[in-house]
């Protein structure tokens, strides 16, 4: 929805995914990390989308809606468990990459 090549200024990456859990897991659901702080909202109109969310060497279960803070270098993944909704990726600075 954001990014720098949608708007050469931008210093946020922000994108919207539409999630249904009995469907192909996205690539967010492998391990990775950045360069940068990420913010994750998960949000969903009857507060039944549930995530597994991996930090490093913990693992939480989130129900929506919820926000979640990445710190910068931090190996990370999100996986839908169950439900429907939205899951939306805040990374603070579009020069920013996954390793």
């Known amino acids: ?11 946020t990456h922000i994108a919207v995914h539409f999630v249904d859990a009995e469907k192909k897991l996205p690539e967010y659901s492998i391990p ?8 994750n909202l998960i949000l969903s109109e009857d507060s039944k989308l549930k995530y597994k969310i991996d930090l490093e060497d913990e693992t939480y279960t989130v129900t929506s809606p919820c926000t979640i803070f990445i710190p910068k270098g931090l ?25």
């Open 75 to 99: 190996t990370h993944s999100a996986q839908a468990i169950s439900g429907k909704g939205m899951f939306v990726c805040i990374i603070l600075s579009d020069g920013h990459s996954s390793k």
């Open 32 to 39: 990775h990390k950045h360069d940068n702080d990420e913010i």
């Open 1 to 11: 929805m954001l990014s720098k090549k949608m708007i050469p200024q931008s210093d």
